[in-house]
């Protein structure tokens, strides 16, 4: 059974950094377009980031580009967000999903059809 986990939420104040892991299981990430979304408050589902399942490409939303990044470690099945300079507005229900790869060099913030159950980002002072 495919299954994403992820960690390393928490509170952090503005200016700071958090990383964010997710961690896969019942099934290899080789194959796999992966996506960070997050959703705060009262608002939409919104698309952080992408990567392709080879990790060569990579795209970002307006709102965090310079900011985020990430990166995928296929042999720990693990994909991983790194966030920097956040800021109140960061502040969020983080979730990684995926889906199976149309291409290894591209990836859209789109079309995933499987989820983790989120980690809480809070930036505050």
């Known amino acids: 059974q495919l299954q994403l986990v992820e960690s390393g939420g928490g509170l952090v104040q503005p200016g700071g950094s958090l990383r964010l892991s997710c961690v896969a299981s019942?099934?290899?990430?080789?194959?796999?377009?992966i996506g960070w979304f997050r959703q705060a408050p009262g608002k939409e589902r919104e698309g952080v980031s992408c990567i392709s399942s080879s990790g060569g490409t990579t795209n970002y939303a307006d709102s965090v580009k310079g900011r985020f990044t990430i990166s995928r470690d296929n042999a720990k099945n693990t994909v991983y967000l790194q966030m920097n300079s956040l800021e109140p507005e960061d502040t969020a229900m983080y979730y990684c999903?995926?889906?199976?790869?149309?291409?290894?060099?591209?990836?859209?913030?789109?079309?995933?059809?499987?989820w983790g159950q989120g980690t809480q980002v809070t930036v505050s002072s």
């Open positions: 999903a995926a889906k199976p790869m149309f291409s290894p060099y591209v990836c859209y913030l789109s079309g995933y059809n499987s």
């Open positions: 019942g099934f290899t990430l080789n194959y796999y377009d």
